[in-house]
């Protein structure tokens, strides 16, 4: 399998991931855990959430429409590449060290899902350091 062939595949797992976010708030009972919380807060935390969503799309689709030249190494869009890769990374060291999912881990269902999610990340991370860093 060719690099850009790769980096299409990687855009399009930004929209999987993406699929899986969009039952997190039920899974996770956000109207039952967030109700707590003063409106402002409640809100602030719905807009991190989108902004999050909107910025996995914006990743997916530049991917989408640049994979040949982050294959081939264009500048700006290696430079796109290791954002990118940074940006996964980041989320699994989130993953690793800061969340703790298993009270949420209640069924084999969860349990595949966020294991799912976990390799999907480590994927992204692992093809976008790659497009960044290897020589031409």
Excluded: C
Excluded at 21 to 44: E, I, N, Y
Aim: hydrophobic content about 60%; aromatic content about 14%; charged content about 10%.
């Amino acid at each position: 399998m060719n690099h850009t062939t790769l980096l299409i595949l990687a855009g399009l797992g930004h929209f999987g991931i993406l699929i899986a976010s969009f039952m997190v708030p039920k899974a996770l009972q956000w109207d039952k855990h967030l109700a707590a919380l003063p409106p402002f807060l409640r809100t602030l935390f719905w807009v991190y959430g989108a902004f999050i969503v909107l910025t996995i799309a914006g990743l997916g689709t530049l991917t989408l429409l640049h994979a040949q030249a982050m294959a081939a190494g264009e500048p700006v869009a290696r430079s796109l590449a290791a954002f990118i890769a940074v940006f996964w990374s980041a989320r699994l060291f989130v993953q690793f060290f800061i969340f703790d999912a298993r009270e949420f881990l209640t069924s084999a269902a969860r349990k595949i899902g966020y294991h799912t999610l976990t390799a999907a990340f480590i994927a992204q991370a692992a093809v976008y350091a790659f497009a960044a860093l290897a020589p031409r």
